[in-house]
Nanobody, 125 residues
Framework: QVQLVESGGGLVQAGGSLRLSCAAS????????LGWFRQAPGKEREFVAA????????GYANSVKDRFTISRDNAKNAGYLQMSTLKPEDTAVYYC??????????????????WGQGTQVTVSS
């Protein structure tokens, strides 16, 4: 069992930056791919970014490519999402998710076994 806790959300002006963190506990983080999803009010949860367990490969939604960077530190059992040039449309609850698997990462919510409780990101115009 893996428990995930997100932190780092908040209110930021358009054009600003935030760094989300995902702390894992319960068992080692190694061997698990990690993803970030978000859900805005009235919308379905959507994929944001993902990273393989080794950190060698990453993937991003087109809407955040070149603005967001996903990373991880397996020694610290932690994952991160650096968000830059934020836009009002980035406003959502951001969720960290993980699932066991090496050499790949999921981009669909059903591919993830463990989820955090979410952290609110609000971008004002």
């Amino acid at each position: 069992q893996v428990q995930l806790v997100e932190s780092g959300g908040g209110l930021v002006q358009a054009g600003g930056s935030l760094r989300l963190s995902c702390a894992a506990s319960g068992r080692t983080f190694s061997g698990y791919f990690l993803g970030w999803f978000r859900q805005a009010p009235g919308k379905e949860r959507e994929f944001v970014a993902a990273i393989t367990w080794s950190g060698a490969n990453t993937g991003y939604a087109n809407s955040v490519k070149d603005r967001f960077t996903i990373s991880r530190d397996n020694a610290k059992n932690a994952g991160y999402l650096q968000m830059s040039t934020l836009k009002p449309e980035d406003t959502a609850v951001y969720y960290c998710a993980a699932s066991y698997g090496t050499g790949w990462y999921g981009s669909q919510a059903h591919e993830y076994s463990y989820w955090g409780q979410g952290t609110q990101v609000t971008v004002s115009s």
